[in-house]
């Protein structure tokens, strides 16, 4: 069993920058691939960024060159460094865990870009 604790959302004004951080706690080997996906009102659930245990990362299209994403493999945490923030991406923003063939969510941080 994974638990994930989110940390980080908030309120931010276009053009500004957050930072998400998620750490993984519970009988934990090695967990494969860690990530963030985000759900908007009246949308349905999206890839946000995810990375694997050897460094590969995948970006949604909208993100990229904006967000970065990163892990710590030793402390089972992953960030998500976010900048020129704009009304877009406000969403509630899930960390994933894919571990042992299961997935395992956070309860989930809102981040509201809004002047």
């Known amino acids: 069993q994974v638990q994930l604790v989110e940390s980080g959302g908030g309120l931010v004004q276009p053009g500004g920058s957050l930072r998400l951080s998620c750490a993984a706690s519970?009988?934990?080997?090695?967990?494969?691939?860690m990530g963030w996906y985000r759900q908007a009102p009246g949308k349905q659930r999206e890839l946000v960024a995810r990375?694997?245990?050897?460094?590969?990362?995948n970006y949604a299209d909208s993100v990229k060159g904006r967000f970065t994403i990163s892990r710590d493999n030793a402390k089972n945490t992953v960030a998500l460094q976010m900048t020129s923030l704009n009304a877009e991406d406000t969403a509630v923003y899930y960390c994933?865990?894919?571990?042992?063939?299961?997935?395992?969510w956070g309860q989930g941080t809102q981040v509201t870009v809004s002047s």
């Open positions: 519970g009988s934990i080997f090695s967990i494969y691939v």
């Open positions: 994933n865990v894919v571990y042992s063939g299961r997935n395992y």
């Open positions: 990375i694997t245990s050897g460094g590969g990362i």
